[in-house]
């Protein structure tokens, strides 16, 4: 269980998460939203330990996770950021294999080999295992990633705005996926989500946040309606059912 | 090629280096030019390896390929050491004399530079290491136009004696300093081993590393000063040779194209054996130049450096 | 900070400077034209703060120019190898010719200032990685590299403590006859006004200028020929005076903003007064001797220069 006390983070003098709390639901997708500059990507980064938060704590199984054994903690959460620039050059095999590095320390293990061959099946790279990343599409080398924070196997999976540059055949593909790892794996999934249908479509639970601190916190199904978007986004957002999904139609709304 | 078949070319290329440099031309005097000899290969290998690793570990932590340790700013210390010793005690006291004492005291000086401006100034979050290493680099400007004014006021003789010992030379080193050099050295490598895994998995940047389990800020602060203790030994055993590593780490990845620091150190090991041993061969032998080795390798490396900005800069365009 | 009280801080410190040195001059001795201390006065005085003042002006105007062209506050002449291709220059005349003239001296300089900058400015254009803390670091290494080429040649020909004690970046010998190279940084200054529209426009980016009309490549070429012609002139009679161009563009540019035409007279008067400060303080701290410029330059310019590395990030960027 991941639960979050009072976060801060100031960049200077501007705060950009203020008092955050909020408990994050096991066993489901919690989606992160809400306009620019809310700190979304800000209060993931502390949840994962990439940023160290000014106050307040975040807690892994009622452990503050600057406490965590660095090592330990990577079996439980993995983190995927936005920018995945690499220096090395890696086949998509061996950059998954990295993933069990919390566990073997660089030395492979039949198990471990295991793990990397279902991962790269699971994200349907298995064909293109032995090709550089430097070869594939922006969409083929995010799903390598994601396919190495799979071979973490780790309960608790964390990505910052994994539909980032990707069209939307890959975009829904990767949405499809993580709700498999929920519902047939038992994962839990954190995610900042830009758009608002992909929230509204996949994810169990939303978060919105807006000047860094949190407006909504609920269900999905509380928080994608005209009101309580109007609160996050200051916009007339419409919303309407469709095959069971609610889609909100923000394209033509006035403000 | 298999990487392990290029590694054993490279082994094969660099006893070949070796025993070419040791055996040739002996005639007559081999009791006594052979342990010489051999006393500066010695010093080469270690050098070789010191600077190989030093520059592949920090280029890894640094995440760049065209940097080399040199940026942070200890060679400019051991300037100003040795500038210092002269321009106060000057060539004939027992701080120039006493190889020992002067090896100490460069080597403390060179250490507690990085120590200081690491331990306290290091926080990766905070200070991004690139600003880090400007500041290092800033502190070396700082200190070496303090030194470069006392060297206009030291006398021609003097100069003379300080400049030869501020450029690298392996022909004239004391075995009981190769002794120590080496002890530092074991120490220093004894901890490189250990964190070689954890060097790989550094090349996926901060925050794959720190998602993998690595103890990102504290290790990169253990290879900077692991780097400075590795440079800071080689400076003080041979004088600076400041580019040499950058272009043994940049052919060790083109030759053995591979992410695993393992490979990729002892490649650049090899290379860097095989660059000096066989240079200092062709340099005494073949040319015979008066030139130092040291003065050749920073000329080309510097070229090369140039080569790499531009290739860098193509590859981008 | 208005204008008026720049240039009023100028003129006092310039009076300062005219009555600083190893022969006491007072103001009285000046009524009488035929007088020793009128001779020293015109040959000596004079012509130093005629220097500091082309020198001051000249190296800042060509820092503000480089960051404008660059849109990197920190690339300045010390930080892009200006200075340092264009001392390699000189040595590369001295080597060339037997009797070396000082035409061929400024040609050759000029030359390699020119090609060094413009290599550098190449690169950067190109290269992926523009971080504002990495590219003056790479520059630094880049004016390094060239120094060691230079280093090499100069230690193959004999030339070290010769070339190093020439360039120390003194007015000491600035006296008549010596330092009126340096004029021809007049009209280059007064082009950089005239241009600074156009600079500011080119910093924008290729792509944005070509968009306003403008000819980018004429305007890049324009400004970094510019930028040579003063580090010749300044290199060639004052020596290396380093950090001058990257600190004074940059204070200003903290009250003032980047608007070319607006801060070009502000820095300009504030190069005077910086570089009048330093010379000032190198001739009393250790009267009668005097400290080269270039090191209470390094000294203050280093501290100030890390002081904004380390404040001034969110400025920066």
Same mark, same amino acid.
């Given at each position: 269980m991941i639960e979050i006390k009072g976060l801060t983070k100031r960049f200077g003098n501007k705060p950009v998460v203020e008092d955050v709390s909020i408990k994050i639901q096991p066993g489901a997708i919690t989606s992160f939203i809400g306009p620019n500059g809310a700190g979304k990507s800000t209060l993931l980064s502390m949840v994962s330990r990439l940023l160290d938060a000014d106050t307040g704590e975040v807690l892994l199984d009622k452990n503050d996770v600057k406490k965590w054994k660095s090592d330990e903690f990577a079996k439980r959460v993995s983190i995927l950021k936005q920018a995945n620039f690499l220096n090395v050059r890696l086949t998509i095999r061996e950059l998954v294999s990295f993933g069990r590095y919390p566990y073997s320390k660089g030395r492979l293990t039949t198990e471990d080999e295991q793990f990397v061959d279902q991962a790269i099946a699971y994200m349907n790279l298995t064909d293109m295992q032995d090709k550089f990343l430097d070869e594939l599409s922006g969409g083929q080398k995010q799903r390598a990633f994601i396919a190495m924070v799979i071979a973490q196997d780790t309960e608790y999976i964390l990505l910052d705005e994994p539909l980032n540059n990707l069209d939307m055949k890959h975009s829904v593909q990767i949405m499809k996926i993580l709700r498999k790892l929920v519902d047939d794996l038992g994962k839990t999934v954190v995610i900042v989500l830009h758009d608002i249908n992909f929230a509204s479509v996949y994810s169990d639970n939303i978060v919105a946040l807006k000047n860094g601190r949190v407006v909504k916190d609920g269900p999905t199904n509380e928080i994608i309606n005209s009101e309580a978007l109007r609160e996050i986004y200051d916009m007339n957002i419409p919303v309407q059912e469709q095959n069971g999904c609610r889609i909100c139609v923000y394209f033509n709304s006035h403000s | 090629m298999r990487n392990s078949t290029k590694l054993i070319i490279l082994t094969v290329i660099a006893l070949i280096c070796i025993l070419l440099y040791g055996f040739y031309d002996i005639k007559g005097g081999f009791d006594y030019a052979f342990p010489r000899r051999m006393m500066r290969v010695g010093a080469m290998v270690i050098t070789g390896f010191a600077i190989a690793y030093s520059t592949v570990v920090f280029q890894t932590i640094t995440h760049n390929r065209i940097l080399t340790p040199s940026v942070m700013g200890i060679d400019s210390m051991f300037e100003v050491v040795q500038t210092l010793i002269f321009f106060?005690?000057? =060539?004939? =006291?027992i701080w120039v004399v006493n190889q020992y004492l002067n090896f100490a005291v460069s080597i403390v000086a060179m250490i507690l530079f990085a120590l200081i401006l690491y331990r306290f100034l290091f926080r990766a979050d905070k200070h991004p290491i690139y600003l880090l290493l400007l500041i290092g680099m800033i502190l070396g400007t700082f200190l070496g136009s303090l030194v470069s004014f006392l060297q206009v006021l030291i006398d021609p003789v003097e100069y003379l004696s300080l400049q030869s010992r501020l450029f690298a030379s392996f022909t004239n080193i004391k075995v009981e300093l190769l002794y120590i050099s080496i002890g530092i050295l074991l120490l220093a490598f004894a901890y490189g081993y250990r964190i070689m895994g954890q060097l790989d998995v550094m090349s996926l940047g901060r925050e794959n590393a720190i998602n993998l389990g690595i103890n990102y800020d504290r290790l990169v602060l253990n290879v900077l000063i692991l780097s400075s203790v590795l440079i800071a030994t080689s400076t003080a055993l041979v004088g600076p040779i400041t580019f040499f590593g950058l272009i043994v780490a940049n052919l060790s990845y083109q030759f053995l194209v591979t992410y695993k620091h393992s490979i990729l150190i002892l490649g650049a090991g090899l290379i860097s054996v095989i660059a000096l041993v066989g240079g200092q061969f062709i340099v005494e032998h073949i040319f015979e130049m008066n030139t130092t080795l040291s003065v050749i390798i920073n000329f080309v490396g510097g070229i090369y450096f140039i080569y790499l900005l531009l290739k860098e800069s193509r590859a981008a365009g | 900070m208005r204008l008026w009280m720049l240039i009023i801080a100028a003129v006092i410190l310039s009076f300062i400077s005219l009555f600083i040195g190893a022969i006491d001059i007072k103001p009285s001795d000046l009524l009488n034209w035929d007088s020793r201390e009128m001779q020293i006065f015109l040959i000596s005085r004079v012509p130093r703060l005629i220097a500091i003042i082309l020198a001051g002006v000249g190296m800042s105007i060509a820092g503000l120019i480089m960051q404008s062209l660059s849109r990197?506050?920190?690339?300045?002449p010390t930080t892009a190898g200006t200075l340092d291709a264009a001392k390699l220059g000189i040595l590369i005349s001295m080597l060339f010719f037997t009797n070396v003239t000082y035409t061929q001296q400024v040609i050759f300089s000029f030359a390699f200032a020119l090609i060094g900058t413009l290599l550098f400015m190449q690169i950067l254009d190109r290269i992926k990685f523009k971080d504002v803390i990495f590219v003056p670091l790479i520059g630094i290494m880049y004016g390094n590299i060239l120094s060691s080429i230079t280093t090499f040649f100069a230690y193959e020909a004999d030339l070290l403590q010769n070339i190093s004690s020439w360039l120390m970046g003194s007015f000491t010998l600035v006296i008549a006859g010596r %330092?009126? @190279? @340096? %004029? @021809?940084s007049i009209p280059a200054v007064i082009l950089a006004y005239l241009y600074a529209n156009k600079f500011t426009v080119a910093g924008m980016g290729e792509d944005f200028a070509k968009n306003l009309g403008l000819s980018y490549k004429f305007v890049l070429n324009i400004g970094l020929i510019l930028v040579a012609i003063i580090a010749t002139t300044v290199v060639l009679t004052v020596g290396v005076i380093p950090f001058l161009g990257l600190i004074v563009p940059n204070i200003v540019s903290l009250y003032m903003g980047d608007n070319l035409r607006k801060t070009i007279p502000h820095t300009a008067v504030l190069g005077i007064v910086f570089l009048l400060i330093c010379d000032i303080i190198g001739r009393v701290i250790i009267y009668p001797y005097e400290i080269p410029v270039n090191v209470t330059v390094a000294v203050i310019g280093s501290v100030i220069f890390l002081i904004m590395l380390i404040r001034g990030r969110a400025y920066a960027k």
């Open positions: - | 106060f005690a000057g =060539s004939v =006291s | 990197n506050k920190f690339v300045s %330092y009126e @190279l @340096l %004029y @021809l």
